[in-house]
């Protein structure tokens, strides 16, 4: 038991930098207080004492501001920091070296009997007020943001943040998220007004070379011949230009 005990107490000082001595963490952690009431009021829960154990863990709650629930499972080196309002429920699964922050709620999503809580495998971290509903698995080194509300599995090694929480880090590596940035959109009438630009500029170089052809030959220069206007040319919704070197203009 002292050794557990020990084990503790290493944890904390080596996740939260205030934490220096042991008189420290033994005196200012309500979180490590909250795990170690709680392992007496699970072997009073798991021996079918179960309405002592209750009322033992609602007095734990009163002292600590952490409220976890007898029957909830939780593994080593579990560690709560600062801890006021985490609410842990009953069928909750809770690895080894896991870490919650204050404000945080692994609970239910309501409508569900039996294993209702989440699992939370080895080294996840849940950030400040965050919360972790229904039977799902968090993945084991996962983060959840603080103030993410996660409804759904998450893969390992993720972060996750927002609400819903969606995962937005997973092996290190960034998920592309849909842009937001409508400042940034093109405009469609400019992109069209470039479009002309570049086509009649290969127009002119195409005339320009058809000239230079005929001029070397003797023939007179083209005659200037006035444009029809025709039907056809005029722009409709449906309208595309094709430009013959594999752009096309469409409006
Ligand atoms: C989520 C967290 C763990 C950071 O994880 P990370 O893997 O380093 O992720 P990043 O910092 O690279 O952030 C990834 C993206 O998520 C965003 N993000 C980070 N934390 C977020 C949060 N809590 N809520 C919403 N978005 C968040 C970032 O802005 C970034 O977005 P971008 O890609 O558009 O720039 C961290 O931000 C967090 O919330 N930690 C909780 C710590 C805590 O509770 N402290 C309490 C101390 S008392």
Redesign the pocket.
């Known amino acids: 038991m002292f050794q557990r005990v020990k084990q503790d107490i290493q944890a904390v000082k080596e996740r939260d930098p205030a934490a220096v001595t042991t008189w420290s963490v033994l005196l200012n952690y309500p979180g490590l207080h909250a795990v170690w009431w709680h392992r007496q009021h699970n072997w009073l829960w798991r021996h079918g004492r179960k309405g002592i154990a209750r009322w033992l863990s609602q007095v734990a709650r009163f002292f600590t501001g952490i409220e976890i629930h007898p029957g909830a499972t939780i593994g080593e080196r579990f560690f709560i920091?600062?801890g006021m309002g985490v609410v842990i429920g009953e069928t909750t699964i809770i690895g080894d070296d896991v870490t919650l922050?204050?404000g945080v709620t692994l609970g239910g999503t309501g409508k569900e009997r039996g294993k209702r809580h989440p699992t939370l495998e080895d080294w996840v971290?849940?950030?400040?007020?965050?919360a972790v509903l229904g039977d799902i698995t968090i993945g084991r080194g996962s983060?959840?943001?603080?103030?993410?509300v996660v409804v759904n599995d998450v893969p390992p090694n993720c972060?996750?943040?927002?609400i819903p929480g969606r995962v937005?880090?997973r092996e290190g590596r960034?998920i592309d998220?849909i842009d937001l940035h409508h400042e940034d959109l093109p405009d469609p009438v400019v992109e069209m007004f470039r479009c002309m630009q570049r086509r009649i500029d290969r127009l002119e170089a195409r005339l320009a070379g058809d000239e230079a052809v005929s001029a070397e030959r003797g023939e007179p220069p083209f005659p200037a011949r006035p444009v029809e206007p025709t039907d056809e040319a005029s722009p409709s919704a449906e309208a595309e230009l094709e430009t013959g070197e594999g752009e096309t203009c469409s409006y």
């Open positions: 920091d600062h922050y204050q971290v849940v950030g400040v007020g965050a983060r959840v943001g603080g103030g993410a972060t996750v943040v927002g937005v880090v960034k998220a």
